[in-house]
């Protein structure tokens, strides 16, 4: 498994805590979106922020997209 799945399993994890939902539930909202490739595109930027910060970026492009 690469280390960019590795990371966006971890980070669907987190946020779905985040959310107090789980990891399926945000996935599937992710998906329905259409923002789970961007996401997953995003590792570069995510694995070296805080958290929260992914987390502050993903409900940004989760709004721009509904």
């Known amino acids: 498994m690469s280390r960019e ?3 966006f399993m971890y980070l669907i994890e ?3 805590g985040y959310k ?3 990891a399926g539930d945000v996935l599937t909202e992710w998906d ?3 923002v ?3 996401i997953y595109d995003m590792y570069e930027l995510y694995h070296t922020e ?3 910060n992914a987390f502050a970026d993903i409900d940004r492009l989760m709004a721009e997209a509904q």
Do not use: I, V
């Open 50 to 52: 805080a958290n929260e």
């Open 20 to 22: 107090n939902s789980t």
């Open 32 to 34: 329905e979106l259409g």
């Open 36 to 38: 789970k490739n961007k």
């Open 5 to 7: 799945m590795q990371f």
């Open 14 to 16: 987190r946020y779905a």
